[in-house]
């Protein structure tokens, strides 16, 4: 396993409250763009993808780009990150006219931090990030989670504006609706499970 | 752009504009029902036998043994679905291989859930089935023995008479997927001992969305559609006339010229391999020298991801493809390397070159200059931006 791998995976017990590892990788200018940078203009909604061109990654990232302006209104920026080369992202976010940031973690080190590398052997998607949804405020505190290891499953944008827009107005309250949004987020998943496939 | 080459052949085929010529009268004046009476139905339904006929003979099958389809995925799943319901009183074991098109293993996926055993076989690394391996898994259950004539990815050409005759010494009928197969190999349905057939007419410089199922005669198998009895009562629906007339041609036209096309496709691959491997570093040959279809090259270039290698390329107005066309945009590694023994990383570092029998020597040699230097400036590129 790549050491850089192994180092984030070892940190990448993340959860809800939890301090979103910082990051610098390329996005499709070749660029190096850090979630410092991201969260220092709003929240961001960052959106691991298992591979560019893919039939169910497509119809994932069309869905949050017809919901973007939605997310906006909410204060919320999208990033997309898969481990796809920048020139990848560039022809794909070109050919699906995608406006939100596509962020390229070619070696798999942004996904190790955040667990949501695959690297089970037996798995299909192995040395690339599982489908996961990180919403991180402007404090880098991350507010809603949502992973499947289905990566046949896609998450229903319009559930997750409705989870970040009360994660984020939890935030700014207490900490007994903290509980509710865990409790939520645990519904949520439950059903997902259940829709799948 | 001076110069481009398609050379993706095995994900689709440019229709031949004798093809298009031949299908014109069928999308304007020929407009007739093929199951009507009347003189524009007869019209109709006689383009229809007349392509039968073409692509029956094209295989040494009787016209009446060709049921016309949408493609080969539709094809394999009569053959597979269709064998599997007729005779369930008689069994429930299914052969296959792991690196059947998805068309064959989803379906066999989908019958083991309704309580079919299906028996995967392993491929060597060359990817070829073993024959003593079919004979091995064969059990007084199994009804059907499907193992592809030769595989899209990889190319590797499977020993299918030998197979067939396994199959039927054990009482179990013999399918194979020769969609890609076909005019790119001899193909004796009678010689093969080959009991269904599965072709898309698309991969034969024929059209989009028709394809064919050879059935031998007395085959027991049932429809998986219901609503009508056209094409002997298998595959219900109003016929594609135009897509129909168009199959015809494109397999009676590649007949006129596979001996020279293969021997031609052949060489050209040839120099294709040599070439990229003489001047190319770190790249591997996928699937079998010896039992490899004419027109197909698949290599896997270290530490690149060929899905870079394929943007590059077609900025340069070379088309080629990392694997199928039907998997290249699922998220998944390709199955059909994997089961060479090839990681997950190899597995996306492939690249498949196919050949048509309208390729060039010229379009052959304009990719031997341009891949090994965008290799060259992928993996400096690689080397600067992810160090």
Known sequence: MDKNIAEGLMNSTICLGSQAPEFRVPGVSGSLTALSDLISTGPVLLIFYPADFGWICR?????????????????VQ???????????????????????????????????????????????????????????DREAIVR??????????????????????????????????????????QRYEVEQFETAP | ??????????????????????????????????????????????????????????????????????????????????????????????????IEHHAVLHICH?????????????????????PDAVRKAMTPDTILVSIMAANSEIGTVQPIREIGAIAHSGGALFHTDAVQAMLKMPIDVDR????????????????????ALFVKKSTKISPITYGGGQEFGLRPSTENVAGIVGMGAAVEIGMLSMDQDIERMTVLRDRTIEGVISSVPGVHLSGSRDHRLCNNVHLR???????????????????????????????????????????????????????GRNNSQDEVDHLLEVLPQVVAELRSAEATLYG
Not at chain 2, 110 to 130: A, C, M, N, Q, R
Not at chain 2, 321 to 336: F, N, Q
Request: proline residues 3%.
């Open chain 1, 78 to 136: 999208l990033v997309g990150i898969s481990t796809d080369s920048v020139m990848s992202h560039g022809l794909w976010s070109e050919q699906l006219h995608i406006s939100y940031p596509l962020l390229s973690d070619r070696d798999g080190t942004l996904s190790a931090s955040y667990g949501v590398m695959d690297l089970d052997l037996s798995s299909f998607n192995q040395g690339r990030c599982k489908r996961a949804l990180f919403l991180v």
């Open chain 2, 110 to 130: 989908h019958l083991e859930e309704t309580g079919f055993k299906i028996t995967y076989l392993p491929v060597d690394k060359e990817g070829l089935v073993s």
């Open chain 2, 301 to 355: 270039f270290d530490g690149l991801d060929g899905k870079d290698l394929v943007i590059m390329l077609d900025r340069k107005g070379i088309a080629v493809s990392t694997g199928t066309a039907c998997s290249s945009r699922s998220v998944a590694p390709s199955h059909v390397v994997a089961a060479l023994g090839v990681d997950a990383q190899g597995c996306r570092s492939s690249l498949r070159i196919t050949l």
């Open chain 2, 192 to 211: 093969d001992n080959i009991d269904l057939l599965s072709l898309s007419a698309h991969k034969m410089h024929g059209p989009k969305g028709v394809g």
């Open chain 1, 144 to 185: 809603f989670i949502w992973i499947t290891e289905d990566q046949w499953q896609n998450p229903d944008a319009d559930r997750v504006l409705a989870h970040c827009a009360r994660s984020l107005q939890c935030s700014r309250s207490t900490a007994t609706k903290d509980l509710r949004i865990v409790e939520g987020l």
């Open chain 2, 1 to 98: 752009m001076d110069r481009t080459a398609y050379l993706d052949n095995s994900a689709t085929t440019p229709m031949d504009p004798r093809v298009l010529r031949e299908m014109e009268p069928f999308f304007g004046s020929v407009y007739g029902n093929p199951s009507s009476i009347h003189s524009a139905g007869r019209r109709a339904a006689e383009a229809v036998e007349a392509a039968r006929k073409k692509v029956a003979k094209a295989m040494n099958a009787r016209p009446s043994e060709v049921i016309f389809t949408s493609g080969g995925t539709e094809s394999d799943n009569i053959a597979i679905q269709g064998v599997a319901s007729a005779n369930r009183s008689h069994g429930d074991h299914i052969i296959t291989s792991c």
């Open chain 1, 59 to 75: 119809g994932e990232v069309m869905e949050f780009q017809e919901r973007m302006a939605d997310f906006q209104g909410i204060g």
